[in-house]
């Protein structure tokens, strides 16, 4: 069962622009992530945010989080090319293992 | 540090064969996982073991089973493949349940 439901499913931009993907759950949590996979590759982690926090910062990605609509966004500025990937929320059911959503795909074109 | 590794990278099975994919971390992980991931899809759990000496059904169990040999390693075993499991196959670890995870860069099996 999917915990997180990732919004759009894709989302196509050019290079310099913002993208942003969201992220919805149902249950309550103590943290949501954000992975990254690059075609055919592992995911790799991108940053944690705990419930009670608001907002998070890491380089050129901001990550929100809204306990009160169980939701959260993933703000990548100034893209590149390089960012083209899949992107995952994953969040932990009443604290317990990770569950994955089903991932935005993420084409930035040069 | 290797990290999470994998093997092997790349399988073709006929149908009916049985094969075993291994999985090691060198972090010192507690949790260790096995997911499937098919073309356009997202991650589901088979298996995972939150620590040693334990192993519980994830999502989607049927046609496998796992070994958690030691704190390092955790097996997937396919008794007798079928094409429904041709996927790539991606084992992962974390500190514990709720943590970060860690992937391996995979096992692309396509079962004929």
């Known amino acids: 069962s999917q915990q997180g439901e990732e919004d759009p499913q894709a989302l196509s931009i050019q290079e310099g622009e913002n993208a942003t993907m969201n992220c919805s759950y149902k249950t309550s949590i103590n943290n949501l992530q954000w992975y990254r996979q690059n075609s055919g590759r592992g995911l790799v982690h991108l940053i944690l945010?705990?419930?009670?926090?608001r907002e998070k910062h890491s380089g050129r990605l901001r990550v929100t989080l809204d306990t009160s609509k169980k939701s959260s966004s993933l703000l990548i500025t100034a893209s590149r090319a390089a960012d083209t990937a899949s992107y995952f929320c994953a969040t932990d059911e009443y604290g317990n293992k990770l569950v994955f959503g089903a991932g935005t795909i993420l084409r930035v074109k040069s | 540090n290797a990290g999470v590794t994998q093997t092997p990278k790349f399988q073709v099975l006929k149908t009916g064969q049985s094969m075993t994919l291994q999985c090691a971390q060198d972090m010192n992980h507690n949790s260790m996982y096995w997911y499937r991931q098919d073309p356009g899809m997202g991650l589901r759990l088979i298996y995972y073991?939150?620590?040693?000496?334990?192993?519980d059904k994830g999502e989607v169990p049927n046609g496998y089973n796992v070994s958690r040999l030691n704190k390092r390693e955790f097996s997937l075993r396919l008794e007798s493949a079928a094409p429904s499991q041709t996927s790539v196959y991606f084992c992962a670890s974390s500190e514990g349940l709720a943590d970060t995870q860690y992937f391996g860069p995979g096992t692309r099996l396509t079962v004929l």
């Open positions: 945010i705990r419930s009670n926090e």
């Open positions: 073991s939150a620590s040693e000496g334990t192993t």
